[in-house]
């Protein structure tokens, strides 16, 4: 072998010397930005909380009173009244004409 190519093999084997990481492993936000997502996540979270509990629905020009928020008074909207029409008289449909009846895949072969 020659000496050049000698050379060329030892820095091909030769371990590479350490540098600084890749760009591509560095962060793509910087610090603040991600401190800024932590904290609307945060904000997210707990408004989706107080939600749940807020079981009145609102309209705009509504008028409250400080009780109106209270959890006794979320309670009294949350239960649900009983329907003051039945749905079939409402589309005036009789339930009996499209009641369908498939017994085939539980029928037994009779055999004589």
């Not at 820095?11 to 610090?31: D, F, N, T, Y």
């Not at 939600?51 to 239960?79: C, F, I, N």
């Amino acid at each position: 072998m020659s000496k050049s190519a000698n050379d060329s093999l030892e820095e091909i084997l030769r371990p590479a010397k350490p540098g600084p990481a890749p760009k591509r492993l560095q962060s793509h936000r910087p610090h603040g930005n991600r401190q800024k997502l932590i904290e609307e996540q945060r904000t997210a979270s707990e408004n989706r909380a107080i939600e749940y509990y807020q079981t009145r629905e609102w309209k705009a020009g509504d008028v409250y009173a400080p009780h109106d928020l209270s959890p006794a008074e979320m309670k009294k909207w949350k239960r649900r009244s009983p329907p003051t029409s039945d749905v079939f008289d409402a589309v005036d449909l009789n339930p009996l004409d499209v009641y369908k009846v498939r017994i085939g895949r539980w029928k037994t072969a009779v055999e004589d």
